[in-house]
Nanobody
Framework: QAQLVESGGGLVQPGDSLRLSCAPS????????MAWYRQAPGKQRDLVAS???????NYAASVRGRATISRDSASNTLTLEMNGLKPEDTAVYYC??????????WGQGTQVTVSS
C-alpha cells in the first residue's frame, strides 16, 4: 500500500502561520481526493480540509478562513497552509489520499504544537 510522508510540523506560537506538506513515497494512481486530518490527544481523528480531483475544496468550520489546502496534481503533493494558529490547533496532522476505487493511504502524521 502506498504511503504518504508529511513534513512541516513543529512548535509554533499562537497567531503564527505554518505550512504542512505531504508527498507519496510511491506512485498512487487514480486519486479522487486528498485530505488533511488531525487528532488531538484523547480525541478522534477529524477532517481539517480536503480537495477533490475536480479542485473542489472543503474545510472544517474550525479552520475555515484560516486554512488553505492545495494539491500539485503532477506530483500528488498536498499542502496545507494555516494562519492565525490557536492552541486548539495542536494535534497530530495526517495526510490521506483516496482513490476512485475507495482505497485509502495515510501518512504517519506530523505533530503541530501551538503554545507560547
Amino acid at each position: 500500500q502506498a504511503q504518504l510522508v508529511e513534513s512541516g510540523g513543529g512548535l509554533v506560537q499562537p497567531g503564527d502561520s505554518l505550512r504542512l506538506s505531504c508527498a507519496p513515497s510511491t506512485s498512487i494512481f487514480g486519486i479522487a481526493l486528498m485530505a488533511w486530518y488531525r487528532q488531538a490527544p484523547g480525541k478522534q481523528r477529524d477532517l481539517v480540509a480536503s480537495i477533490a480531483s475536480t479542485g473542489i475544496t472543503n474545510y472544517a468550520a474550525s479552520v475555515r478562513g484560516r486554512a488553505t489546502i492545495s494539491r500539485d496534481s503532477a506530483s500528488n503533493t498536498l499542502t496545507l497552509e494555516m494562519n492565525g494558529l490557536k492552541p486548539e490547533d495542536t494535534a497530530v496532522y495526517y495526510c490521506m489520499a483516496r482513490t476512485h476505487w475507495g482505497s485509502d493511504s495515510w501518512g504517519q502524521g506530523t505533530q503541530v504544537t501551538v503554545s507560547s
